[in-house]
Each structure stands twice: as structure tokens, then as C-alpha cells.
């Protein structure tokens, strides 16, 4: 073979676009009665957008982007989250102008430089909310229980939610000291991320993926000991109204998730499933996104999950998959000369939304009515010399192989109400 993926890229073949459809179908029917509307924004973007946003000291915007120069000179980034372009969006077209509170959706391509492994690409899919302009903990309840409602509908089990709060730009120094002083002498046995993020991000540190980083944070004061008293009723009331709603959470004191823009509330739903990438879905509230992108102060509140994620999960719990490839009715003309016929009754036929297909490469019967079953065709309509002269067609059930006549004229009326059946 001449050429092959990408390293980290992955084709998704006919077989699996079942659970792809059913997943985007069901988070579109979900978020529009939840009220949130779609938007679409470009694959890429100026690269000091996700920069400024995502945070430089991430690993995201450190290690993981797809950055080039255009051929103007201009530096531009594949999207590795969606967040960040969605509230470029929401700024560059004014929606903070027509109302306060916008309740947006999306779905699409992101792409990281990762080290690919099972669940963790380079192109992957995100499909996210964002509920931006309300502060209220209802808005972060109502997030967390639309991810936890998808997901049910969607039949995916076993998942658990963690929750916390990395607080406020009031308490957060306070959360960075206490953290510093808590590793304090044990730096040098960190990693280097970890030690350069010591001065400038220490709340970053909690997010390291080194195991041996992670023995020295056991014992950490709980982060929440340090929330000012609005952070803290803030959570509080997240929490009550999670559990008015009868949503079971665990509370994670070190969940901080790898991007900056966070301010108390954070969170992920998470799959044993999933092995060593158990997220399927992160999100949490970033209340000052807005103002750091020019716009008015603007909290708001949402989450993304990975689709690949929520196949890998779909399938392991299913034998069988959702690809409906079955065709309602197969044609199949006997002899070269009613070919013709049947191509035109063919194209009728799908004009009239029925979903069919003929062979064009054979006019004998007994191949035909194997093609016929082979893709699971409900009918076969056989058209030969006679059936030409009298203008009929033989019509079979490929289930029981009972079959009739049926005049041409009445044939799309018949089937219509037959498939109905
Ligand atoms: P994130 O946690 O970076 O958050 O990504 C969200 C989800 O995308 C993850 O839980 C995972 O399912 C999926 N994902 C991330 N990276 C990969 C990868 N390399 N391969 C496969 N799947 C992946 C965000 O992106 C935030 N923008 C979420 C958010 C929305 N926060 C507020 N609003």
C-alpha cells in the first residue's frame, strides 16, 4: 500500500457510523429541548486564541497543537478543544449584545498532539454545550444533569461523575499557597513540568499524569479549607441541586482538568470502561473566559465529551451494532431488454422515499434474488418479458417467499402502505 493514516487518525468505517449517528442524533433531540441551539465554527483558528484561553503553561498549548503559518505568514491552529472558538464566536458576532444568556451546542473534528493509545487520538470528536451568561449553580446542575440524561438515553452505563471547585480569582491565590506549601521541599522530586509550573500555576500540578508526582501529593490539605465563602456556597448549591435531581456525584478535591479558563465549579464523567482514559466527558464553569477574550464580564458553564470515547463504550456493551444497511426493495429485471424499465421504476421508487436498489450486472433470476437477501431486502420485484407485456410486476417476500402480481400503476401506493405495515 502506498500511502496510510496518519499516526493517531482513524477511518470510521460504514459498519460503526450507526452508533455515530445515534449518538448525534440523540444529543440534537436532547440539547434542543434542554434549549441550547447550534453553532459551527472553523477547523482553525489564530493560534494566540487558544493560547490566550486554554492557558499557556497547558500541555495542551505546550506539547499537543497542530500549529502552522499559512501561506500569508499568519500562525494558525487545528482546534484541540472547542470552548475557546465558540466564545470567539459568540463575541465576534455580537450574540452578548442581543441577550445575556446564550445556550450553545457543537460537534465536530479537535485535534492533539498525544501519544495515541486505545480512546486518545489526534483527531478525535468533541461534542460540547456551553451556557454562557448565567452565574446561578442552577446553570452548572443543569449542565452536569443534561451530560448524565444524555448519557442514559443513550444507554451508557456504569459511569460515575466527580465534581469540584478550583475557586475564584479571590480564593485561588490562597488554594495556589497552601498547595505550595505543601510540596514545598519535595520539589525537586517532581517532574519538570511540575516544577516549572510551581511559581507561575501550582494548581496545575494537581493535574500531573506522573505517577511518581501523584505519591507526593497524597495527604494534600482538601483545596475546598481554602474557598472564599462565595465559592464555597456556590459549590454547595451545585451540590444541592444535583442531589434534588437524584444525581449521584463523588467529590474530587484534586480535579483541576488541563485547561486554565476554570473557575469553581469542575467535573467529569467518567467510565471504568474506558481503561486508562476514563473520561468521557470533562467540563466546569469558566466565569471569566468572556472578559479575557474583550468582552463584558460573562460567567458561564459547559462540557464536551469525546465521541470515540462513547462508541468504544456503545460497543463493548453491545453484540451487535445500530447500522441499519438493510434496503426495503430489491429489482430484478429478467433479460437484457427490461433493464431500462426497471432503472426508471428504480429512480420512482426512490423519488418516492422508498429504499431500494437493482442489479446492473446480471438478468438472471436466481443471483439476483441472493444479491436480494444479501442486503436484506424486505421485497423483490421480478420484471421479465411477460411481466413487460402486461404491465405488472411479481412482487415477493423475501421472509416467507409468498409472492402476486401487482399492476404498475398501483405499485408505489402498495409498497408505501406494505412498508408502512
Ligand atoms: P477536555 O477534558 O480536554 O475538555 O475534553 C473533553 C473530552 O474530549 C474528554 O473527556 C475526552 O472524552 C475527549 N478527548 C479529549 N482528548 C481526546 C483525545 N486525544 N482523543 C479522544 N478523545 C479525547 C475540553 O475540551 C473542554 N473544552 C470541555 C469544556 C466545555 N469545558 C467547558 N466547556
Redesign the pocket.
Known amino acids: 500500500m502506498k500511502y496510510t493514516l496518519p499516526r493517531g487518525t482513524r477511518d470510521i468505517l460504514p459498519e460503526e457510523m450507526g452508533f455515530w449517528h445515534n449518538i448525534e442524533s440523540v444529543s440534537r433531540t436532547l440539547f434542543h429541548l434542554y434549549n441550547y441551539h447550534e453553532i459551527r465554527t472553523p477547523i482553525f483558528e489564530s493560534t494566540g486564541l487558544f493560547e490566550g484561553s486554554i492557558g499557556n503553561e497547558t500541555d495542551i498549548v505546550e506539547k499537543e497543537m497542530y500549529t502552522f503559518l499559512d501561506k500569508g505568514g499568519r500562525s494558525l491552529t487545528l482546534r484541540p ?3 475557546a472558538p465558540l466564545v470567539r464566536a459568540y463575541l465576534q458576532n455580537n450574540m452578548h449584545k442581543k441577550q445575556r444568556n446564550s445556550k450553545l451546542y457543537y460537534c465536530g473534528p479537535m485535534f ?1 498532539y ?1 501519544r495515541p493509545q486505545a ?4 483527531q ?1 470528536h ?1 461534542v ?1 454545550v ?1 451556557n454562557i451568561g448565567t452565574p446561578e449553580p442552577f446553570a452548572d446542575a443543569e449542565v452536569i444533569s443534561l451530560g448524565v440524561h444524555l448519557f442514559d438515553e443513550l444507554g451508557l452505563t456504569d459511569l460515575s461523575v466527580t465534581i469540584n471547585s478550583v475557586g475564584c480569582p479571590v480564593c485561588r491565590p490562597v488554594i495556589e499557597e497552601r498547595i505550595k506549601q505543601f510540596i514545598g521541599t519535595n520539589l525537586h522530586f517532581l517532574c519538570g513540568d511540575c516544577q516549572r509550573r510551581f511559581d507561575t500555576k501550582p494548581l496545575r500540578i494537581l493535574d500531573c499524569k506522573s505517577n511518581q508526582c501523584k505519591t507526593y501529593f497524597s495527604g494534600l490539605p482538601d483545596i475546598r479549607d481554602s474557598h472564599c465563602q462565595e465559592c464555597r456556597d456556590h459549590f454547595n448549591s451545585v451540590l444541592e441541586y444535583l442531589d434534588s435531581l437524584g444525581i449521584m456525584f463523588h467529590i474530587n478535591p484534586r480535579l483541576v ?3 486554565d479558563y476554570y473557575t469553581r465549579t469542575t467535573f ?1 464523567i467518567i467510565s471504568d470502561q474506558l481503561g486508562a482514559q476514563n ?6 464553569r ?1 466565569d471569566y473566559l468572556v472578559e479575557k477574550m474583550g468582552g463584558p464580564h460573562t460567567p458561564a ?6 465521541l ?2 462513547a462508541v468504544m463504550i456503545l460497543k463493548s456493551l453491545l453484540d451487535h451494532n445500530h447500522y441499519d444497511d438493510v434496503i426495503s426493495i430489491f429489482i430484478a429485471p429478467i433479460g437484457f431488454a427490461q433493464r431500462t424499465k426497471c432503472f426508471y421504476i428504480l429512480d420512482e421508487l426512490r423519488r418516492a422515499g422508498i429504499k431500494c436498489e437493482m442489479s446492473y450486472v446480471t438478468e438472471e433470476l436466481k443471483p439476483q434474488l441472493r444479491q436480494a437477501n444479501r442486503l436484506g431486502a424486505e421485497y423483490t420485484l421480478i420484471y421479465g418479458y411477460d411481466e413487460a407485456e402486461r404491465h405488472i410486476m411479481i412482487i415477493k417476500k423475501m421472509a416467507n417467499g409468498e409472492q402476486h402480481e401487482i399492476e404498475l400503476e398501483k405499485l408505489i401506493p402498495y409498497l408505501r402502505a406494505e412498508l408502512k405495515a
Do not use: H, K
Open positions: 478543544e472547542g470552548t492533539r498525544e480512546g486518545r487520538y489526534r478525535f468533541q460540547g456551553e482538568r488541563g485547561l467529569e473520561a468521557l466527558c470533562g467540563g466546569g469558566y458553564v459547559g462540557f464536551a465529551f469525546g470515540e470515547r
